[in-house]
């Protein structure tokens, strides 16, 4: 392992919420709960993690979250970074969805009738 893959990073976040949707049956769970669910879970509590993660990402620190900032709603810079991580994450699931569901519309869209299963 090497040190990137140690440190908190808002991209090892986002792949550790891109691997826990993947646990996910996404054709009969609510997507959208689900994203909220592990967008929540991946967000750092620790106030040491928060910070190597606007370390590493400094617009984490400087953008002005759409949610208002986390945990108690004081617009303190940890609670601030919280919620932009948040909504990173939740952006990053929100996309890779997307990105599920346009490559499962190109392969319909490429695949061959077979038989009589498409009806013609």
């Known amino acids: 392992m090497n ?3 140690e440190r908190e990073t808002i991209e090892n976040r986002i792949r550790m919420a891109i691997e826990t949707l993947g646990e996910y049956d996404l054709e009969t769970d609510d997507i959208g709960d689900i994203i909220h ?3 929540d879970g991946c967000v750092p509590v620790y ?3 928060i910070l190597e993660c606007a370390m590493n990402d400094n617009s984490l620190a400087t953008d002005e979250p759409e949610c208002g900032p986390a945990f108690d ?9 919280a919620a932009n991580i948040y909504e990173r994450i939740t952006q990053a699931l929100w996309d890779y ?3 599920i569901d346009d490559a499962d519309d190109i392969n319909l869209k490429d695949a061959e009738p077979v038989g ?3 009806g013609g």
């Open 97 to 99: 969805q997307a990105s």
């Open 47 to 49: 106030t040491y993690d």
């Open 37 to 39: 669910e592990i967008a």
């Open 3 to 5: 040190d990137n893959d």
């Open 116 to 118: 009589s299963t498409w």
């Open 73 to 81: 709603g004081t617009p303190t810079p940890v609670n601030i970074i």
